[in-house]
Structures are given as structure tokens and as C-alpha cells.
């Protein structure tokens, strides 16, 4: 195989940071997922032994958590998207006005990063005749015009991450009989967190025991918690 077909099927560096970035959103989505539903769940099981109740709070749970996570990833991408969107208008505007000096200023940007000035000059001229916008965007705003994030994407991906990990402790606290519903539950959402926390781990390229861990104990205090609560107020006459 050609050195050229190579270069041509290797991944882009801006597409590897952007899968990467879905990634740890599906993650931490999941993870999400995992300990809020689990919460609801068993706090509610430590005031009731009644499946069909345990199990509305726990849909409605999945429900709520689901869209409230999709609907603050729109609202968070679409924020920023608008400032990209408004980045890069003014961009193309001081381009169109002003070329020469834009020029210049990318000249500049190269030869900080250690080119020399005339190959850093060579370098701007190629890739402002090739694509000026594009070329700015890149090296004054770290911004890829052709792969802003979809806020749509966004949504659909937490949401979908959200709910597959809010399946989890479902199906954990309703399926095993009533003595046995809270220690698979917590067994269960303990190794999906330690799951989840190498997972990040790797994709953060960071030691996995300290992701581990930081999974495992937060979903515990947070379970122990609620259980606590729904134990407290299930035996409390209101």
C-alpha cells in the first residue's frame, strides 16, 4: 500500500478529539444514569417492599433524568455553537476587510510555533489560498468550521447514554425477589461504576484506580444515603 493511501485512510486528529469527546459524554451520561436511578430506587425501596411502586419511581426517574440530561446538553451546545457561529462570522468579516494584516497575523501565529518566518509566510499563503477561513479558524480560534457539534447529537446521545445505564438498577431492584432486590442492586451498580470508571480512565489515558474508586465510593455514599432516607421516612406517619 502507497505512503499516500496511508496518510488517506489514518484518522484525523480533530476527528479522533471529537469521537473521544462522545465517548466521555456517553460515559459520564451512563454513570449518571446508573447512580441517579439506583438513588431513586432504593431510596424507595427503603420505605416500601411494593414492586409496582419501586418500579414507577424508578421509570419516572429514568424519564426525568433522561430529558433533563438532553435537554442540558442542547441548551449547553447550542450555546456554544452560537458563540463558534459568532467567532467565526467576525473572523470572515476581518478577513473580507482586512487581508493583508490577517495574513500577516497568521504569518505570526506560525513562526510562534517554531517555523521559521519565511517558511511560516509560505505556509499561510498556501493554506489562505486553499481555505483563509478555515485556516484562521484553526490556529486563532481552535475551531474547525466543517465539524462544529450538533446540538441535536448532543441530546440524543445523553439521553441514550442516560437510559441504558437507568436500565441497570431497574431491572436490578424489580426482577430478584423482595430479600434479595437491595444486595444485587448495590452489588450490580457497584461493578457498572467500576465498569464505567476504567472506562474513563482509559479514554483520559489516566491511572484507572483513582476513576475506579472515585466511581465505586460515590455511588456507595450516595446509595447508602438514600436508602437511609427512604428507611427514615418510609416508618415516619406523615
Known amino acids: 500500500m502507497s505512503e499516500q ?6 484518522p484525523h486528529k480533530g476527528n479522533i478529539a471529537l469521537r473521544l469527546n462522545w465517548l466521555r459524554a456517553g460515559v459520564l451520561g451512563g454513570n449518571d444514569g446508573i ?11 427503603g420505605a416500601t417492599a411494593t414492586r409496582s411502586t419501586i418500579l414507577t419511581a424508578g421509570v419516572a426517574g429514568l424519564a426525568a433524568g433522561a430529558m433533563s ?3 442540558g446538553e442542547y441548551v449547553s451546545v447550542s450555546s456554544q455553537r452560537d458563540t463558534e457561529h459568532a467567532l ?9 476587510d482586512s487581508p493583508d494584516e490577517e495574513l500577516a497575523e497568521l504569518t ?3 513562526a510562534a510555533k517554531g517555523l521559521s518566518h519565511d517558511l511560516a509566510a509560505e505556509v499561510a499563503e498556501q493554506l489562505t489560498a486553499l481555505d483563509a477561513l478555515a485556516a484562521h479558524a484553526e490556529v486563532e480560534l481552535g475551531i474547525n468550521p466543517s465539524n462544529l457539534t450538533s446540538p441535536w447529537h448532543a441530546a440524543f446521545a445523553s439521553w441514550v447514554s442516560f437510559t441504558l445505564g437507568a436500565v441497570l438498577p431497574l431491572i436490578a431492584i424489580t426482577v430478584p425477589p423482595p430479600a434479595l432486590r ?9 461493578l457498572a461504576l467500576g465498569v464505567t470508571g476504567i472506562v474513563s480512565g482509559r479514554l483520559g489515558k489516566a491511572p484507572l484506580a483513582r ?10 455514599v450516595a446509595m447508602t ?7 427514615l421516612f418510609g416508618h415516619v406517619a406523615l
Do not use: C, Q
Open 5 to 10: 493511501a496511508l496518510d488517506h485512510d489514518e
Open 35 to 45: 447512580v441517579s436511578t439506583a438513588g431513586i430506587v432504593l431510596g424507595v425501596a
Open 69 to 71: 440530561m438532553a435537554v
Open 88 to 96: 467565526l462570522e467576525k473572523e470572515r468579516g476581518e478577513l473580507r
Open 108 to 110: 505570526d501565529m506560525y
Open 182 to 190: 437491595v444486595p444485587i442492586t448495590v452489588v450490580a451498580v457497584l
Open 211 to 220: 476513576p475506579f474508586w472515585r466511581n465505586v465510593i460515590g455511588g456507595s
Open 225 to 231: 444515603v438514600t436508602y437511609g432516607i427512604g428507611s
